[in-house]
């Protein structure tokens, strides 16, 4: 079967549009991940989405509103606990220590399938269903807005905290919410690619993006550009080769795109900046 035979069938169909509506949230959140230092926050939180899952099985028997729930309480924990910098990374291993301890234990007490908590470690791509597709659509549509809702002032509070707590943002409010909106995106993540390899469309193509260009604009469209190519791009490969999981193909993308941006990003960013340089001489 040929591969728009195979983009025809339902289940390819939606785990298209799961990838792409993950890789526009994550490419668009993801700058920010990195500005803001919080890549370590990123794979706290998205482990302990399965602690989450594990905890909506035994409650409710739904994994990701249960991944959702455990991702937002892990947020406003490294909000509380983590607002100073100096304190934030032990504050997350102490909290990732104890919640996947926590997870192991609820788990213990679910006697039905665990399949679908297991699958919020390493994704099921092909397995995401009509409330799943909702459900991920609801996380993109809220991510979008809230990010362009605070844009302005976390840029600002990203680049220099000091200056901007001086100016009066509320940089304690604006991490928290932050990290209340990255709860949603790695939540969202992980129903493609698994809590165990978010960091790949959470913090690689922002990464990667970072040695292309230096304007915060263009940061952001290659990024969610990258995190397209990688999530789409690896589900038509796995389509190709079934006997590869898609999760393979998304994060080896990740990596490849990384390693050439590193190669050949800062060539390019000194073109630019040379370009920019003789047009400022030229005004």
Do not use: W
């Not at 304190?87 to 665990?114: C, E, K, P, T, W």
């Not at 898609?246 to 370009?275: D, E, H, L, W």
Request: charged share 10%.
């Amino acid at each position: 079967m040929g591969l728009f035979n195979n983009l025809q069938l339902p289940f390819a169909q939606h785990a298209l549009l799961a990838c792409t509506i993950v890789a526009v949230t994550c490419g668009l959140i993801g700058p920010f991940v990195i500005m803001r230092g919080m890549s370590f926050a990123v794979h706290g939180m998205s482990e302990l989405a399965f602690t989450g899952a594990a905890a909506g099985l035994l409650v409710a028997g739904n994994a990701p509103a249960g991944a959702l729930c455990g991702a937002l309480v892990v947020a406003l924990l490294i909000g509380t606990l983590g607002d100073r910098e100096s304190d934030r990374d032990s504050s997350i291993g102490v909290i990732l220590a104890g919640g996947l301890g926590l997870g192991v234990l609820l788990l213990s007490f679910y006697h039905g399938f665990a399949t679908a908590a297991t699958n919020i470690l390493f994704g099921d791509l092909f397995g995401v269903s009509n409330s799943q597709l909702i459900l991920l659509l609801v996380i993109g549509i809220t991510v979008i807005i809230a990010i362009v809702a605070i844009y302005r002032p976390l840029f600002f509070a990203s680049v220099d905290t000091e200056v901007a707590a001086a100016r009066g943002v509320p940089e304690r409010i604006l991490s928290i919410a932050f990290l209340v909106v990255l709860a949603f995106t790695v939540t969202g993540a992980a129903q493609v690619v698994g809590t165990l390899l978010v960091l790949s469309l959470a913090i690689a193509p922002a990464a990667a993006a970072r040695r292309f260009s230096s304007s915060p604009l263009a940061i952001a469209g290659l990024s969610i550009l990258i995190a397209l190519v990688a999530a789409d791009g690896g589900l038509i490969a796995s389509l190709q080769f079934p006997s590869i999981k898609p999760t393979v193909f998304v994060t080896g993308i990740s990596f490849f795109v990384y390693i050439v941006s590193r190669i050949i990003g800062p060539a390019i960013k000194n073109r630019q900046n040379r370009a920019l340089q003789l047009e400022e001489v030229v005004n």
